[in-house]
């Protein structure tokens, strides 16, 4: 069974902080790895992408894969109270998408 | 470019009927996914398609199924619909012609089915 596990939360931060969102997953084969956002009541949409291992940036968002340690986060700096919303990791590689069921983060004003 | 569309975007049924949800894909993509998205189950694959024919199939019973028009607009049937059936249904496109499912999939917002 090709698992991806997150921590449902909701993970509260304060205005300005760094959220660190986490995710692990159980298939080895695994090649790329998402993040994607959802506010209540609308479809995910894509945040970040990577397929590499190490750091991936993109202006407040940065994903980190270990593939050794079959890992991925994704870390929101200077969080905003628009960043409320449920954030799902997903991953493929010559299967379909396997989707966390995600982690719902609060950012408090 | 528009993005994925869906219809309709509700939709209200009973036990034992059937329905029928549409998906036109980005303009190029020829990938159409669907997915239902419960919150007891999260997002679940039903099934793939490209270029009108079924790629990857999910874990669902055969009350579900799906097809691919050359125009890569996809429809996704459900028959003899039961109360657990009562989801969001999801489509998402990509240009499918990476192979595998490594390339971004973009998402329409949805069709929310209830069903009494």
């Not at chain 1, 970040?48 to 870390?75: C, H």
């Not at chain 2, 199924?65 to 890569?72: A, E, K, L, T, V």
Request: charged letters at 15%; one cysteine or more.
């Amino acid at each position: 069974q090709k698992e991806v596990e997150q921590n449902s939360g909701p993970l509260s931060v304060p205005e300005g902080a760094i959220a660190s969102l986490n995710c692990t997953y159980s298939d080895r084969g695994s090649q790329s790895f998402f993040w994607y956002r959802q506010y209540s009541g609308k479809s995910p949409e894509l945040i970040m992408f990577i397929y590499s291992n190490g750091d991936k940036e993109d202006g407040r968002f940065t994903a980190q894969l270990n593939k050794a340690s079959q890992y991925v986060s994704l870390l929101i700096r200077d969080s905003q109270p628009s960043d409320s919303a449920t954030y799902l990791c997903a991953h493929a590689g010559n299967t379909p998408l396997v989707f966390g069921k995600g982690t719902r983060l609060s950012v408090i004003a | 470019k528009a993005g994925v569309t869906q219809t309709p975007r509700y939709l209200i049924k009973t036990r034992g009927q059937q329905v029928t949800l549409s998906c036109s894909p980005i303009s190029g993509h020829r990938s159409v996914s669907w997915y239902q998205q419960t919150p007891g189950q999260g997002l679940q694959f039903l099934f793939e398609y490209f270029s009108e024919t079924q790629r990857n199939k999910g874990n669902f019973p055969g009350r579900f199924s799906g097809r691919q028009f050359s125009n890569s607009r996809s429809e996704m049937n459900v028959s003899t619909l039961e109360l657990g059936d009562s989801a969001l249904y999801l489509c998402a496109s990509s240009s499918g012609l990476a192979g595998g499912y490594q390339e971004t999939q973009y998402f329409g917002p949805g069709t929310r089915l209830l069903v009494l």
